[in-house]
Every structure is written in C-alpha cells, then in structure tokens.
C-alpha cells in the first residue's frame, strides 16, 4: 500500500516529498499530488505499527533530508514460534516412520530410545517395541534410512551419530 504509507508520512513527519517517494517507490509527482490534492480521498497506513519503520528512522532521515529510509528487517513469524524440538510429519509420511526407527535401532544401537524420539518425533513406546521386537507390524517392517525417507537431512544424522566430546 505505497499510496497510504505516503499519505501517511505526508500527514505524520517532515520527510521531504523526495524521501517519500523514494520509500514509497513512488513518482515525486504522485506524492506531491497525493499531498496537495488526493490526501482526503486516501486513508494512512501507519509504517510504523506494521513494523516497516521504526521511530528513529523516521527521526533520522527527518534531520537529513539526503538521507534515505531503510526497511527494518523482516522477522519470520514462523521460525519464531516453531520450537526446535517440534517436527510436524506429514500423514502420509508417518507410516514410514516405523521403518526409519527399524534403520536407526540396526545400525545405530548405541542411541538411546529419548534420542530417537527427539529426533524423529515419535513415542518413547514405538521405539520400545520395536527395539524388543514386540512392534504390532514388525515382521513387515524393512530398514529404511531417515534421509531417504525425507524426515532429515544427512548432516542432521551426521550431527546426532557423531560421537560427544
């Protein structure tokens, strides 16, 4: 909305109509037109409370008018809320996890049942059983490695085999 966001600036700071335009990727003659006629038509969009500006900005390039507007940097919404230890397994997909446990109990024993939990998101149980070999479908269950199946990549099995010192 490059429109309101001039509008807005127009209305809220002195930010020389060059500024704006430049910010706005707008025409100088369309933010000029915008300030001496179009204004009451146009509603203000607040670059502020949407976080594409921060006060000081604002201030700074008011106190330079060569200076011009930086955009503050995007913070992905997703990747702060997703937790580290989360891992959604698509459904068609969990049927293939008892196979990559089968993979990581043959030829990784030494990792521990929580390990392979974590890992592949899967129950403490699951991992149980089949270690035991007490897993409902275990006669049908053929190794199956995670990377192939697509659960992680081979420098995260890599990190998680790799011996701590």
């Known amino acids: 909305m490059p429109k309101a966001t001039a509008v807005w600036l127009i209305e809220n700071t002195c930010l020389t109509?060059?500024?704006i335009a430049c910010f706005c990727g707008l025409h100088l003659l369309e933010v000029e037109s915008?300030?001496?006629?179009?204004?009451?038509?146009?509603?203000?969009?607040?670059?502020i409370v949407s976080s594409q500006l921060t006060l000081d900005e604002i201030k700074r390039c008011e106190a330079d008018p060569k200076a011009r507007l930086k955009l503050?940097?995007?913070?992905?919404?997703?990747?702060?809320?997703?937790t580290s230890?989360?891992?959604y397994t698509p459904i068609v997909k969990?049927?293939?996890?008892?196979?990559a446990i089968f993979?990581?109990?043959?030829?990784y024993p030494e990792l521990s049942d929580a390990q392979i939990c974590k890992f592949l998101g899967t129950t403490r149980a699951t991992v149980q059983a089949i270690r035991n070999r007490t897993y409902w479908n275990y006669g049908n269950l053929e190794p199956h490695s995670p990377v192939v199946l697509g659960f992680c990549t081979k420098s995260e099995l890599d990190g998680l085999t790799a011996p701590v010192t």
Request: charged letters at 35%; aromatic letters at 12%.
């Open 17 to 19: 109509f060059e500024q």
């Open 85 to 87: 230890n989360t891992k």
């Open 94 to 99: 969990r049927k293939d996890k008892p196979s």
């Open 34 to 47: 915008i300030a001496y006629e179009e204004m009451d038509k146009l509603c203000g969009f607040d670059p």
């Open 103 to 107: 993979w990581l109990v043959k030829y």
């Open 72 to 82: 503050c940097p995007v913070v992905d919404i997703e990747q702060l809320s997703r």
